[in-house]
DNA sequence: ATAAATTTTTAGATAAGTCTAAATTAAAAA
DNA sequence: TTTTTAATTTAGACTTATCTAAAAATTTAT
C-alpha cells in the first residue's frame, strides 16, 4: 500500500517521462511536485528500495513495469473521476482538476471498476486525455499539434495539455471547446502567435496557447 | 483545514456522544479509533486547542458547536457516498462502509452538495442511518429498537446500528433487509434471544442482534 | 584540461501522529 | 478514610515527509 504523497511521485515521474523521454531528473520533479530537491531525493531512494523505480545517483530516475501499473493505475483513477465530476455533476472541465487529485487515491479496485461501467467506459476525460482501462491500455489517437499547422489547415480540438484552470477558462471565454473546429486562418513569424477561425470567428492566440492545443485532422 | 486523522477523532466524538448522552472518556475513545489512549490525549489538547471541543484532563471531551458542525459534515459526505456505491455502483450495504471511510475526508463543497442533488437528496443511507443536509439538519424518524416489541407486535426493519460487514452479511443471509416486515413471535427470557416471522419464515435471534435492528411500527 | 557553475546528495532539524513505559489522578473497595 | 485498582496523562522515542545548509558530483565554459 502506497502513501498518497509516494503515488504523487511515481505519477509525475510518469507525467514528465512520457514528456520527454528521457530518466526524470531531481530539479524538475522537485518543481513539479512544488518541493525541494532533497525532498525528492529521498523520495526516489524510497520508491527504489519498494521496487518501483530504478534510481541511479545524480542519473534520476526511471520507474520500472511495477511503477508503471501504479501510475497508470492512479491516471485512470484520476481521469474517470474528472469525467464523473463534468458529466454527471455538473462541474466544468476548469473545476475538476484539484478535486481529482483528491479522489485518484481513493483505494478500492471495485469502485474504479463500478465507476468506469457507470461512465461507460469513456475512453477520454473532459480534457481529451485518454483513460487507461483495467489493464492500463489506452488507444493513442493521433493529435497534432497546432503549432504544426500551415495556413489554410483545419481540425478538430480534441485534446489540451494544460489542465490548469486559468488555461482551461481563458479557452472557454474564447470559445476554444473540445470538439470545436478550428482553421488557421494566418500565422506571425515574429512572436509565432497565429490566427485562427471558430464558427466564422477569428481571433489571435499566442505561442503559449497554441502549443497547448492538439487537433485530430 | 482539518486531516483525516482529526476529522475522524471529531466524528468518533459526535458518534459517542450521541449514543452515551456524556462527555466521550479516553478508553473508550482510544478503542474505536483503534489506538491507544496516549495518543488520544494528545490529539484531545490539539482540537481543544484549535476550539473545536472542550478538554478537561481526566474528565473527558464534548464537541462545541463548531465540532459538531464537523463532525456532522463528514457524517453527511460518509452517508451521501455510501447511497451512491449502492443505489449507482451497484455496492451491496456490507461493502461500502470502508469506502466511505475513505471519501467522507475529500474537500469539497460544491462536490458534497451536487452528489445530494445527483442522489434526489436522500433523507437516510443504506443502512437507514439519516443524511443530514447541507445545514446539518436531519430528521429523526421515530424507530424503536426490537428488543423493545413484545410478542405479536409487528414493525419495518428501517435502521441498523451496526454497520460492521460481518453483521450485515450475516443480516443479507438471513433475509433481514431493510424495509423487511418482522413479527416478533415468540421471547425466550433465559437469554433475551427472540423468535421472528419475515415472509412467513420464522428464525431465531439472538440479543446481540436484536439490539442492532430499529423498526417502524 | 582545469575552473566555474549547476545539479544533486547528505546531514541534521522539524511537525504530525503514533507508540511504550512510567507517573499521576480519580474511582472503587476495604 | 485509607488502600487498591483503574483510568488518564506525561515523557521520551519512532516514522513519514518535509525543510535548510553544507558537501559532493556532474556539467559547462574557458
Known amino acids: 500500500m502506497l502513501t498518497n504523497s509516494e503515488e504523487n511521485y511515481i ?3 510518469y507525467s514528465l517521462e512520457q514528456k520527454h523521454q528521457t530518466d526524470v531528473n531531481t530539479n524538475l ?3 513539479k511536485i512544488e518541493t525541494k530537491a532533497s ?3 529521498d523520495m526516489l531512494k524510497k520508491l ?3 521496487d518501483l523505480l530504478i534510481y541511479q545517483k545524480y ?7 511495477k511503477g508503471e501499473k501504479v501510475a497508470l493505475a492512479v491516471v485512470r483513477k484520476h481521469r474517470l473521476w474528472e469525467t464523473f ?6 462541474f466544468s472541465w476548469d473545476e475538476v482538476h484539484e478535486i481529482a487529485e483528491q479522489l485518484e487515491h481513493i483505494q478500492s479496485e ?3 471498476n463500478e465507476l468506469d461501467a457507470f461512465l461507460n467506459f469513456p475512453k477520454v476525460d473532459p480534457h481529451g486525455d485518454p483513460i487507461p482501462d483495467v489493464n492500463g491500455n489506452f488507444a493513442t489517437i493521433k493529435t497534432v499539434c497546432l503549432s504544426k499547422l500551415n495556413i489554410d489547415d483545419e481540425g478538430v480540438f480534441v485534446e489540451v495539455k494544460d489542465d490548469s484552470d486559468k488555461f482551461l477558462k481563458y479557452l472557454t471565454k474564447n470559445n476554444i471547446t473540445i470538439g470545436a473546429k478550428i482553421k488557421v486562418v494566418d500565422k506571425e513569424d515574429f512572436d509565432n502567435s497565429i490566427k485562427i477561425e471558430i464558427d466564422k470567428k477569428q481571433f489571435n ?3 503559449n496557447v497554441i502549443k497547448n492545443l492538439y487537433l485530430k485532422i
Open 39 to 41: 525532498s525528492v531525493t
Open 29 to 31: 520533479l522537485a518543481e
Open 205 to 207: 492566440i499566442s505561442e
Open 11 to 13: 505519477k509525475e515521474i
Open 59 to 65: 542519473k534520476g530516475a526511471k520507474l520500472n513495469t
Open 110 to 112: 471495485k469502485l474504479t
Open 85 to 90: 465530476l463534468v458529466e454527471k455533476l455538473n
Open 48 to 50: 527504489a528500495k519498494k
